[in-house]
Each structure stands twice: as structure tokens, then as C-alpha cells.
């Protein structure tokens, strides 16, 4: 019975019976006309399938939401579809073992919602976090704690620390079966693969009888190496050697047939994702969830395809080969390939009458320097209500020219992360770019800061508002600094020389360390105040006041008591009717952290702000330990610098 296939059922009673799904991101593309709803539709199938299988549960392995900071329709929808399929009064077999406190450590109601007497569960589900919906702000919330809070969820694998991280399993019984389930959220992949590398991950087993339980590992991280950083994905033969399926979310093309690893002797499954977020090769796999069955030590894996899926053609196809060089051959060449991708799509449409209508159609074309480019918006003009993406239908790729004569492509790979890479990679870049900007008005130089580092430092202030994230890295950068110079220097050395060659050694990494320690110490900083209650108000600062993206900034004047204070980027709230005083506070319009506007203005006052430790040295000195008056005035930027090196 191990392993796939139909082998016979065991008896109801004496078994688990699990849906297992990853990678769902509701609200993905929430606001576009077409596609909005794709992401709804999947997830409401996988829990139609729940019901129908009459499974005793469902396991999620992360990336339940595609937003760190979901909008409400998006929660509410979510909300809506569990407590609708997952609420009834479908009795639940399962004896919950293990210690729930542990288990459910940062939730106020740390109990399975099965079993809190104020609700009426039919179908209990399981969830880890995802690297997009993770724990962020003061008091380290995602948007599984809501729905954890409001019991339609159940939300483990949360680390408690970030020095070491302790998995306690949830321990479940039914019949003669026992299942022991270990979940991790996502942690950084650089951070998490150094910590199993020093044994700072420990896995807790039951103390009894544990070679009779079947044991299960959720995780949420890169399944393969990315880039050229060793510590870029997490190995299989990381995690613990006694369990007997691994089921790994995060990555996006699904692989419905279990993989087994003879080093850990376990079995391995990568679910991939319920919906598209990238136009890339792998998203074209077909979709599924699958039904997992459990008796005492023997399992059994069935998929089940999702037909409400929109159908995806890819295509490669190369004008160079071809001898494609003037506009109008490229033209009617693209044209006749993207004619052909639709008729596929509709074909396969024809076959399942549940898929949406308009397909994705991504052709990727290969060009050289002869070839006259083609205008891809005009072209996706042609493809309105014939395809759901003709703003994107196509992608160029330059052939290299080598001056060897080998005239190759550029490196493809049809593996996939989570998200579209082109476009985060963009959205890194443009904020490089705008880090440049800013300090070659000036004719300055980042002298102690790194310019990669502080694009993630940014980043986390930007998309997560984790809002001590910039400040945390530029004193921790400093407090480095500092202590570099007092073991490297003595008394008449060239300081600023010191710091330069300091940076150019670092530099040399393909990423800083520092912000990444500036994280842990900053996240370390964060679960000591929770654990005592000294809990910051996510919402006192009205500059990081998350609205919501449909909702509307409230205008005009109130009646308020005194003068209303004017905060940069939000509109004043009105003022208290019936009291006396001056007028409510006014200001521009509201900033989302989906808008251009709102990320460009919160990097630039970041960088700004590194900028202005060379104009007021007190500030250095207010930042940074004891000792900082001594080297302040060699944390600065350095005027007309020439040398700008854009990677750093």
C-alpha cells in the first residue's frame, strides 16, 4: 500500500484520509477583470473535493494568500469558502494527542477548532505559512493568525525563536493509526539552510512507541538551487531521517508522482500550485490536489486533477533560426504561432467544461541584433476577449553573440519559484536604481551601507511595513563598522581608508551577512518584547496605516478638538462632531503599498535617511553604542565619488 496507486482501501475507521493542497495565493490578480476570480475558483474546487472524499482533514503547505497584508475582500472571500465547505455537523474521528499549548503556541486560543465547543468544524484544516503570507509587523501577525483567530483554520509551524527553532509535531490518533504531522513556515532560505548546517533546528518525536507512528513534514522553501549561492534552497536530506513523507510547498510545478529519497529513505511530494502567478514554462503543468490515506505505517497517494483551472499554453520559438528579420515577417510569424496556442487551448477547454474560457498564451521568441522589434502591446491588441493576457502574451529573448562564433541562447530552465522571477527581479532592480538616483544627484557614495542590503532592508519596510527593518540595519551596519576599526586599526592609521577597503572585501559576497543578522537580531528583539507584552501598535504611525487597497481615504475638514496634525501621504481623518476646535487633519492622498508612488516614496526616504548620517554625525551617535563619537564622522557618504559600483 506504500507509495501511489489504487490499492484497496483500509477500513474507514482505522485510517486518515487528508486532502493536501499548496500554493493556493488567493487574491492573486484580484483586481484584474478577467483573472480575478481564478484563484477563488481552484481553492473552492480542492474544497469541494474535501467534501466529496469525505476526508478527516485538510493540510495546506503554505502560501494560503499571494499578499503579505491581504485586502479584505480577499480575507473575506477566504473566510467565507472555509467556514462554508469546512463548517457542519460531520462528526470528526480524530483524537487530538499531542500538547496544544505547543502546537498552537502564538494563538490566544491555543486548541484544534474541532474540538472549542463555540464551533461546529466538519472539516478541520491545517496550515503552514508561505514566504508570501509570513508573520510580519511588531507583533509578528500574518493573515493566518485571522483566520486561526477565528477558528476556521488551525495555523502550526510557526517558529518561536529565530536562534533555534524547536518542531512539535501534532500528534494524532485514529483507530490503530497514529500520525505525527511536523510543519515549518517559511524562514529565508540562507538563514534556515546555515541553521541545520549548525544543528539549530531540532525535531521533538513522542516519547513512546514512535516507531509506530506515520510521520509527516510540511515545509515551504526552495526545493532546488537557485542562482549561485550554496545556501540559496534546503536540501532533502536536511530534514530528519525517520520520516516517512515529505510534502513541499513553494515551488510551482506540480509533480504528482512521489519521488523517493534513499539517503533519508523517505517519499516526497511537491504539490505545486491551484492557480498561475507567472507566465512561465512549468505553470503549464496540469493542476492538482490529492487524497492521501494513512493506515498505522502504510499510505496511499491519489491525485485529483482540478479542472476549473485556466488552460496555459507556453511556446519557445526562435526568428533567428528561422530567418525572421523584417517587421512584418515577424509580425505574421508571431501571429501564425499564437493562433495555433489558442486553437490547443480551446481544445483543451473542450475536454473539461469546468475551465474558464480565455486561456493564458505565453509564446517566448528569440531574436538577434538584425531582427526589427515588434511593438508587444499593439500586437496584444489584436488577441482582446480572445486570450485573459494580451498585455503579456510575448516575451523576447536575445540571442547572445559570443565571440567565439557559437552563437547560442541565452541558459532557459522550465523550474519555477513561486512567483514570476522576471518580475521580482525587476521589482529589486528598479529599487537599486532608485537607491542610485538618489546618491548620484548628490554626487554621493554609500561609504558603510550596502546598496543590496538596504534594497532589503527596504523592501521589508515597503511590502511587510516592518518598520524598524531600515533603522535596525543602518545601526547594526555602524555597530559593525565600529568594531571592525577598533581590531583592524591603531593609532594613526587612515580611518576612511580602513572603511573603504572594509567594504570592497565585503563586497566581494554574493550577499551581505549583515542584513540578514540585522533581521535575526531585529526578529529576536521583537518575540522577547511579545513574550513580556510589550507589544508596539501596529497602527499609531498614520504614515504605515494599512487601509486596505479598495478602501477609500476619508476627506475634508471635521469639527476636532485643536488642530489636527498633517501626516505626509495620508489624508486626515475627520474630526469628532459636536466638540470645538480647530479643523481635522488634511494631507494628500493616500499611499498603498501597491502603488509605484508609495514605494518610490518610502525607499527614497530610506536611502535619504542613510544619506544624512555625513550632514549630522549626532544622529550617528544617538543611533549606535557606546563608542560612536570616535569613528561618527567616518560613517558618512563620500562626497564625489566616481567609483560607484552598481552591484554592491
Given at each position: 500500500m506504500t507509495g501511489d496507486g489504487d490499492s484497496q482501501d483500509p477500513p474507514e475507521e482505522e485510517s486518515f484520509s487528508i486532502l493536501i493542497a499548496t500554493d493556493?495565493?488567493?487574491?492573486?490578480?484580484?483586481?484584474?477583470?478577467?483573472?480575478?476570480?481564478?484563484?477563488?475558483?481552484?481553492?473552492?474546487?480542492?474544497?469541494?473535493?474535501?467534501?466529496?472524499?469525505?476526508?478527516?482533514?485538510?493540510?495546506?503547505?503554505?502560501?494560503?494568500?499571494?499578499?503579505?497584508?491581504?485586502?479584505?475582500?480577499?480575507?473575506?472571500?477566504?473566510?467565507?469558502?472555509?467556514?462554508?465547505y469546512c463548517f457542519g455537523d460531520n462528526p470528526i474521528q480524530i483524537e487530538f494527542l499531542s500538547d496544544q499549548k505547543a502546537n498552537f503556541h502564538t494563538?490566544?486560543?491555543?486548541?484544534?477548532?474541532?474540538?472549542?465547543?463555540?464551533?461546529?468544524?466538519?472539516?478541520?484544516?491545517?496550515?503552514?505559512?508561505?514566504?508570501?503570507?509570513?508573520?510580519?509587523?511588531?507583533?509578528?501577525?500574518?493573515?493566518?493568525?485571522?483566520?486561526?483567530?477565528?477558528?476556521?483554520?488551525?495555523?502550526?509551524?510557526?517558529?518561536?525563536?529565530?536562534?533555534?527553532?524547536?518542531?512539535?509535531?501534532?500528534?494524532?490518533?485514529?483507530?490503530?493509526?497514529?500520525?505525527?504531522?511536523?510543519?515549518?513556515?517559511?524562514?529565508?532560505?540562507?538563514?534556515?539552510?546555515?541553521?541545520?548546517?549548525?544543528?539549530?533546528?531540532?525535531?521533538?518525536?513522542?516519547?513512546?512507541?514512535?516507531?509506530?507512528?506515520?510521520?509527516?513534514?510540511?515545509?515551504?522553501?526552495?526545493?532546488?538551487?537557485?542562482?549561485?549561492?550554496?545556501?540559496?534552497?534546503?536540501?532533502?536530506?536536511?530534514?530528519?531521517?525517520?520520516?516517512?513523507?515529505?510534502?513541499?510547498?513553494?515551488?510551482?510545478d506540480c509533480k504528482p508522482e512521489l519521488e523517493h529519497n534513499e539517503i533519508i529513505n523517505a517519499y516526497v511530494l511537491q504539490p505545486g500550485s491551484s492557480v498561475a502567478t507567472s507566465l512561465s514554462e512549468g505553470e503549464t503543468l496540469p493542476k492538482?490536489?490529492?487524497?492521501?490515506?494513512?493506515?498505522?505505517?502504510?499510505?496511499?497517494?491519489?491525485?485529483?486533477?482540478?479542472?476549473?483551472?485556466?488552460?496555459?499554453?507556453?511556446?519557445?520559438?526562435?526568428?533567428?533560426?528561422?530567418d525572421i528579420v523584417g517587421e512584418k515577417e515577424v509580425h505574421s510569424f508571431l501571429q501564425y504561432h499564437v493562433d495555433d496556442m489558442i486553437e490547443r487551448?480551446?481544445?483543451?477547454?473542450?475536454?473539461?467544461?469546468?475551465?474558464?474560457?480565455?486561456?493564458?498564451?505565453?509564446?517566448?521568441?528569440?531574436?538577434?541584433?538584425?531582427?526589427?522589434?515588434?511593438?508587444?502591446?499593439k500586437f496584444g491588441l489584436e488577441y482582446l476577449n480572445r486570450v485573459a493576457n494580451p498585455n503579456d502574451i510575448l516575451l523576447s529573448v536575445k540571442r547572445k553573440d559570443y565571440s567565439s562564433g557559437d552563437n547560442k541562447s541565452t541558459a532557459r530552465s522550465g523550474t519555477i519559484k513561486d512567483e514570476d522571477d522576471e518580475s521580482e527581479k525587476k521589482t529589486t532592480a528598479s529599487r537599486g536604481a532608485l537607491a542610485l538616483d538618489i546618491m548620484k544627484a548628490d554626487n554621493k557614495e554609500m561609504k558603510i551601507l550596502f546598496e543590496k542590503s538596504l534594497c532589503i532592508a527596504s523592501d521589508d519596510f515597503v511590502e511587510k511595513m516592518e518598520n524598524e527593518s531600515v533603522t535596525e540595519y543602518i545601526d547594526f551596519a555602524m555597530e559593525q563598522c565600529e568594531e571592525y576599526l577598533r581590531k583592524k586599526s591603531k593609532?594613526?592609521?587612515?580611518?576612511?581608508?580602513?572603511?573603504?577597503?572594509?567594504?570592497?572585501?565585503?563586497?566581494?559576497?554574493?550577499?551581505?551577512?549583515?542584513?540578514?543578522?540585522?533581521?535575526?537580531?531585529?526578529?529576536?528583539?521583537r518575540m522577547e518584547k511579545q513574550a513580556r507584552g510589550e507589544v508596539d501598535n501596529e497602527d499609531s504611525d498614520p504614515e504605515t496605516l494599512d487601509l486596505g487597497e479598495e478602501d477609500q481615504p476619508a476627506r475634508g475638514r471635521g469639527r476636532g478638538r485643536g488642530r489636527g496634525a498633517r501626516a505626509r501621504g495620508t489624508?486626515?481623518?475627520?474630526?469628532?462632531?459636536?466638540?470645538?476646535?480647530?479643523?481635522?487633519?488634511?494631507?494628500?492622498?493616500?499611499?498603498?503599498?501597491?502603488?509605484?508612488?508609495?514605494?518610490?516614496?518610502?525607499?527614497?526616504?530610506?536611502?535619504?535617511a542613510a544619506s544624512s548620517i555625513s550632514s549630522s554625525p549626532a544622529r550617528v551617535s544617538q543611533r549606535s553604542t557606546k563608542n560612536t563619537k570616535n569613528t561618527a564622522q567616518y560613517l558618512d557618504i563620500t562626497e564625489d565619488s566616481s567609483d560607484f559600483d552598481e552591484d554592491n
Open positions: 493556493n495565493h488567493l487574491g492573486y490578480k484580484e483586481k484584474d477583470a478577467i483573472r480575478g476570480e481564478d484563484s477563488f475558483i481552484a481553492f473552492e474546487e480542492i474544497l469541494q473535493h474535501a467534501v466529496k472524499q469525505k476526508v478527516d482533514m485538510i493540510l495546506l503547505g503554505g502560501d494560503l494568500f499571494h499578499d503579505n497584508k491581504p485586502s479584505r475582500t480577499t480575507v473575506h472571500k477566504a473566510t467565507t469558502l472555509l467556514r462554508q494563538s490566544q486560543f491555543p486548541r484544534v477548532n474541532y474540538e472549542d465547543p463555540n464551533l461546529n468544524v466538519g472539516i478541520p484544516v491545517f496550515s503552514i505559512h508561505g514566504n508570501h503570507d509570513d508573520p510580519a509587523g511588531p507583533q509578528g501577525l500574518c493573515a493566518l493568525d485571522l483566520l486561526s483567530a477565528s477558528g476556521v483554520i488551525n495555523y502550526f509551524g510557526k517558529a518561536s525563536s529565530v536562534d533555534d527553532i524547536v518542531i512539535n509535531p501534532l500528534l494524532m490518533k485514529k483507530g490503530p493509526t497514529k500520525l505525527a504531522i511536523y510543519g515549518l513556515g517559511s524562514v529565508r532560505d540562507e538563514r534556515l539552510h546555515r541553521m541545520f548546517l549548525h544543528n539549530k533546528v531540532r525535531v521533538t518525536r513522542p516519547e513512546q512507541d514512535q516507531e509506530d507512528w506515520f510521520n509527516i513534514f510540511v515545509i515551504h522553501q526552495n526545493h532546488v538551487k537557485r542562482g549561485t549561492s550554496a545556501t540559496s534552497y534546503i536540501p532533502e536530506d536536511f530534514l530528519p531521517y525517520f520520516m516517512d513523507l515529505i510534502i513541499w510547498g513553494h515551488e510551482h492538482h490536489c490529492f487524497k492521501l490515506k494513512v493506515w498505522k505505517k502504510n499510505f496511499c497517494l491519489n491525485k485529483i486533477p482540478l479542472t476549473t483551472v485556466r488552460p496555459f499554453i507556453f511556446k519557445d520559438v526562435s526568428l533567428v533560426d528561422n487551448a480551446n481544445e483543451l477547454r473542450d475536454n473539461n467544461v469546468n475551465a474558464p474560457e480565455l486561456p493564458l498564451i505565453r509564446l517566448r521568441y528569440e531574436f538577434n541584433s538584425l531582427t526589427i522589434p515588434i511593438n508587444s502591446a593609532f594613526g592609521d587612515d580611518l576612511e581608508e580602513k572603511v573603504r577597503i572594509r567594504k570592497a572585501v565585503m563586497s566581494k559576497d554574493d550577499i551581505p551577512d549583515d542584513v540578514e543578522e540585522a533581521r535575526r537580531r531585529w526578529e529576536k528583539r489624508r486626515g481623518t475627520r474630526g469628532a462632531r459636536g466638540s470645538r476646535g480647530g479643523r481635522g487633519s488634511r494631507g494628500g492622498k493616500t499611499a498603498t503599498k501597491s502603488t509605484k508612488g508609495t514605494l518610490d516614496s518610502m525607499f527614497s526616504r530610506s536611502v535619504n
